[in-house]
């Protein structure tokens, strides 16, 4: 790896020459540096992906996926692949992804999805990611609409025939919308 | 004579020296000669040859402890240190703590990439073996769970655990990396960059939002723990370090740096890691971590065997900087002495103190108390709960209190 001892100019101020790779210079943290190795130049190795799929739903809905569904379609799709762990109704002890309605402000707060989440996005963004937690990843995008639409319509925030897509699911009022204080 | 520096038997450290010759080890020892048969076994028969990675000495096993998993996800759980049996400031790579999702994946970096897109003025990819040519950086941090500590949350009496049980949720090690804004200036930055959000290849793809002052700050793509790659249970190949920050955040397994315009409110930040107040707010993106400390011995299910002096000794560590003193009481909080800090001054890292204490058999609740140099004070048990809302465990950092009874015996008291 003759490169590696190529990365930045020493204390003297020569400048090790290397073949393969561009270098730029980070001037901007120079005065970031542990010990007092000069100034870092850096490889710029970073190359153009050829396939790269944005998977990341925030709440302005923009990575949101073509495709549809409704709680009427969620509901077997749900009894198949959810309940298991969550409950017909999403009250499993536990592993709760409804109730605690109103509870947030009490001496008893519940957090759920639908009496805590600020955001109808984020349940996409995690039914798509991480569950069912047996087999992640496995559903199509029309079963993660439909899904998310039957988590919501358990929790009575949509109604059974409301179609979640990537306009309607980020307009979507989650009851606790106000409950966060942004940063410290 | 030895000198005492607060109530119930604190003494200053030449206390200690000057005491151990007859408290400690109960007089001068002769040197004595062993006889040639009296040998041991490892002195007359040549032992183990060379190994190609090492394990501890059978006599000095070590585990972690309060290994638990959720009921309906075997890999959504967490293990912690066992810090009563530690000593110094690193952790061990094969005892750090553990908190995953979806269980640990055994990933292959020749077939894994970090991708950076978004607000960025180009999306990049970068291999493995890429990072590894980048300039890196060495430093030691501590990383807590934002969850630590939360039996003594949760419990209405003190749960009767070991140090490590109760707190072991932290853990410390010498990380080296590539600092993340060499990647961010090579993507470039558009003006809209104002948060980074971190994905890991899990297979619960977790996904954490970090502002862009403290990702630019002294964060880091982990790739060496303790000098060797990191563990798979520590991110391998690579992992987003944030030091200073809840443990959440520092993303395991990073396959993905998006950057945006406001955050992504993902499930970890809103359904988890967010502290609820007694007004049914809650904070978002409330990352650092408070000053806090832990006298790691004496501690929670430990026996005084001896009357005599003690060396109390514990760690103490701050999200916002580093620890300036570390005071400790042996009267519950009547009267305080400050310990010797015992390592080199380090920012963001676990720091060891130590301060001598004798004991004659007297009752004692044994504390201690940190602050950091940005004048932050470790609070009280009852004031750091009164922070937040009942239910909320997160970023609890109330002193730590053990109860020593006149037999000796050392459990873990609300104080």
């Given at each position: 790896?003759?490169?590696?001892?190529?990365?930045?100019?020493?204390?003297?101020?020569?400048?090790?020459?290397?073949?393969?790779?561009?270098?730029?210079?980070?001037?901007?943290?120079?005065?970031?540096?542990?010990?007092?190795?000069?100034?870092?130049?850096?490889?710029?190795?970073?190359?153009?992906?050829?396939?790269?799929?944005?998977?990341?739903?925030?709440?302005?809905?923009?990575?949101?996926?073509?495709?549809?569904?409704?709680?009427?379609?969620?509901?077997?799709?749900?009894?198949?692949?959810c309940a298991s762990c969550h409950g017909m109704s999403g009250m499993q002890p536990g592993n709760e992804?409804?109730?605690?309605?109103?509870?947030?402000?009490?001496?008893?707060?519940?957090?759920?999805?639908?009496?805590?989440?600020?955001?109808?996005?984020?349940?996409?963004?995690?039914?798509?990611?991480?569950?069912?937690?047996?087999?992640?990843?496995?559903?199509?995008?029309?079963?993660?609409?439909?899904?998310?639409?039957?988590?919501?319509?358990?929790?009575?925030?949509?109604?059974?025939?409301?179609?979640?897509?990537?306009?309607?699911?980020?307009?979507?009022?989650?009851?606790?919308?106000?409950?966060?204080?942004?940063?410290? | 004579?030895?000198?005492?520096?607060?109530?119930?038997?604190?003494?200053?450290?030449?206390?200690?020296?000057?005491?151990?010759?007859?408290?400690?080890?109960?007089?001068?020892?002769?040197?004595?000669?062993?006889?040639?048969?009296?040998?041991?076994?490892?002195?007359?028969?040549?032992?183990?040859?060379?190994?190609?990675?090492?394990?501890?000495?059978?006599?000095?096993?070590?585990?972690?402890?309060?290994?638990?998993?959720?009921?309906?996800?075997?890999?959504?759980?967490?293990?912690?240190?066992?810090l009563e049996k530690l000593n110094g400031t690193i952790t061990p790579n094969s005892l750090h703590f553990?908190?995953?999702?979806?269980?640990?994946?055994?990933?292959?970096?020749?077939?894994?990439?970090?991708?950076?897109?978004?607000?960025?003025?180009?999306?990049?990819?970068?291999?493995?073996?890429?990072?590894?040519?980048?300039?890196?950086?060495?430093?030691?941090?501590?990383?807590?769970?934002?969850?630590?500590?939360?039996?003594?949350?949760?419990?209405?009496?003190?749960?009767?655990?070991?140090?490590?049980?109760?707190?072991?949720?932290?853990?410390?090690?010498?990380?080296?990396?590539?600092?993340?804004?060499?990647?961010?200036?090579?993507?470039?930055?558009?003006?809209?960059?104002?948060?980074?959000?971190?994905?890991?290849?899990?297979?619960?793809?977790?996904?954490?939002?970090?502002?862009?002052k403290i990702a630019t700050k002294n964060v880091m793509i982990a790739l060496f723990q303790n000098g060797?790659?990191?563990?798979?249970?520590?991110?391998?190949?690579?992992?987003?370090?944030?030091?200073?920050?809840?443990?959440?955040?520092?993303?395991?397994?990073?396959?993905?740096?998006?950057?945006?315009?406001?955050?992504?409110?993902?499930?970890?930040?809103?359904?988890?890691?967010?502290?609820?107040?007694?007004?049914?707010?809650?904070?978002?993106?409330?990352?650092?971590?408070?000053?806090?400390?832990?006298?790691?011995?004496?501690?929670?299910?430990?026996?005084?065997?001896?009357?005599?002096?003690?060396?109390?000794?514990?760690?103490?560590?701050?999200?916002?900087?580093?620890?300036?003193?570390?005071?400790?009481?042996?009267?519950?909080?009547?009267?305080?002495?400050?310990?010797?800090?015992?390592?080199?001054?380090?920012?963001?890292?676990?720091?060891?103190?130590?301060?001598?204490?004798?004991?004659?058999?007297?009752?004692?609740?044994?504390?201690?108390?940190?602050?950091?140099?940005?004048?932050?004070?470790?609070?009280?048990?009852?004031?750091?709960?009164?922070?937040?809302?009942?239910?909320?465990?997160?970023?609890?950092?109330?002193?730590?209190?053990?109860?020593?009874?006149?037999?000796?015996?050392?459990?873990?008291?609300?104080?």
């Amino acid at each position: 790896m003759f490169t590696r001892n190529c990365l930045v100019v020493n204390h003297l101020g020569r400048v090790c020459l290397a073949l393969l790779v561009t270098f730029v210079v980070n001037q901007a943290h120079a005065g970031n540096n542990q010990g007092n190795l000069g100034v870092h130049l850096t490889p710029a190795l970073g190359q153009t992906p050829n396939l790269h799929i944005d998977n990341i739903v925030s709440p302005d809905g923009l990575a949101l996926p073509d495709g549809s569904g409704s709680a009427a379609e969620g509901k077997t799709l749900y009894i198949s692949a959810c309940a298991s762990c969550h409950g017909m109704s999403g009250m499993q002890p536990g592993n709760e992804v409804a109730g605690g309605k109103g509870s947030i402000g009490t001496d008893s707060p519940f957090k759920t999805v639908g009496s805590y989440w600020p955001y109808a996005t984020t349940l996409y963004d995690y039914i798509a990611r991480a569950m069912p937690y047996d087999k992640q990843k496995s559903l199509t995008v029309d079963e993660t609409y439909a899904i998310t639409a039957y988590v919501l319509e358990l929790n009575q925030i949509i109604k059974k025939d409301d179609v979640m897509d990537k306009h309607t699911l980020p307009k979507v009022v989650m009851p606790n919308a106000d409950g966060f204080n942004e940063l410290n | 004579m030895t000198e005492h520096v607060a109530g119930n038997g604190l003494l200053n450290r030449r206390g200690l020296l000057k005491a151990t010759g007859a408290g400690l080890a109960g007089g001068v020892l002769m040197p004595v000669m062993a006889p040639v048969s009296a040998a041991e076994d490892w002195m007359t028969t040549s032992g183990a040859p060379m190994d190609e990675y090492g394990a501890p000495s059978k006599h000095a096993r070590l585990k972690r402890v309060n290994i638990g998993a959720h009921p309906y996800g075997s890999g959504a759980g967490s293990s912690s240190t066992p810090l009563e049996k530690l000593n110094g400031t690193i952790t061990p790579n094969s005892l750090h703590f553990e908190r995953h999702h979806s269980g640990i994946p055994d990933i292959d970096p020749a077939r894994h990439t970090l991708t950076i897109y978004g607000e960025t003025n180009k999306k990049l990819q970068f291999s493995y073996e890429d990072l590894l040519a980048y300039p890196m950086e060495t430093h030691t941090y501590f990383l807590e769970c934002s969850g630590n500590s939360y039996s003594n949350v949760i419990f209405p009496e003190a749960a009767d655990k070991t140090v490590g049980e109760l707190n072991g949720l932290v853990s410390c090690s010498e990380w080296t990396g590539v600092p993340l804004h060499y990647l961010l200036d090579e993507a470039g930055l558009n003006s809209n960059a104002n948060w980074i959000v971190g994905e890991g290849a899990d297979a619960a793809g977790l996904t954490r939002s970090i502002p862009m002052k403290i990702a630019t700050k002294n964060v880091m793509i982990a790739l060496f723990q303790n000098g060797e790659p990191l563990r798979p249970a520590q991110g391998y190949p690579m992992r987003l370090f944030v030091p200073g920050s809840e443990g959440n955040v520092s993303v395991k397994w990073l396959q993905n740096i998006k950057v945006q315009k406001t955050a992504a409110y993902t499930k970890d930040e809103t359904s988890k890691y967010s502290d609820l107040h007694v007004d049914g707010k809650a904070d978002m993106f409330s990352l650092e971590m408070g000053v806090k400390s832990l006298i790691t011995s004496p501690s929670g299910k430990m026996k005084l065997n001896r009357k005599g002096v003690y060396e109390v000794s514990g760690l103490a560590w701050s999200g916002a900087g580093g620890i300036n003193q570390v005071e400790v009481s042996a009267d519950g909080g009547n009267s305080w002495a400050t310990a010797a800090l015992q390592s080199e001054h380090r920012n963001l890292s676990l720091m060891r103190f130590r301060i001598p204490w004798r004991w004659e058999g007297q009752p004692a609740v044994l504390q201690s108390r940190a602050t950091d140099d940005k004048g932050n004070v470790q609070p009280t048990r009852a004031a750091a709960l009164a922070k937040y809302s009942k239910s909320n465990i997160y970023h609890y950092n109330g002193t730590q209190s053990w109860q020593v009874t006149q037999a000796g015996v050392v459990k873990n008291v609300y104080a």
